[in-house]
């Protein structure tokens, strides 16, 4: 059975940093990309960045510059590093994992909380 936890939701203050995990289990396939999102209060999930089995990342444009997403292959992991949280970056964060066979696996979110 496939698993993803997310997991280093905080409340921090803005202007500061947060790192963000997400680990798989269970995959057999591989995996072929991993992706961050995002659900504010009140509106839709939206897509944050994303990581390619080759290395190749891509980035929203309200966080690119901002985050970084990185992964480690041999752990099935994946990162957001999130620096210069602005207030209205607040919400539940989502990994999504895409594997090789082509299925996805979603986590449960973890809540980030940005005071100004």
């Known amino acids: 059975q496939v698993h993803v936890v997310e997991s280093g939701g905080d409340l921090v203050q803005a202007g500061g940093s947060l790192r963000l995990s997400c680990l798989a289990s269970g995959i057999t396939s591989g995996i072929y990309g991993m992706t961050w999102h995002r659900q504010a209060p009140g509106k839709e999930r939206e897509f944050l960045a994303k990581?390619?089995?080759?290395?190749?990342?891509d980035y929203a444009d309200s966080v690119k510059g901002r985050f970084t997403i990185s992964r480690d292959g041999a752990k099935n992991a994946s990162y957001l590093q999130m620096d210069g949280l602005k207030p209205e970056d607040t919400g539940v964060y989502y990994c999504?994992?895409?594997?090789?066979?082509?299925?996805?696996?979603w986590g449960q979110g973890t809540q980030v909380t940005v005071a100004s």
């Open positions: 999504r994992v895409v594997t090789l066979a082509k299925r996805d696996y």
């Open positions: 990581i390619y089995i080759n290395g190749h990342t």
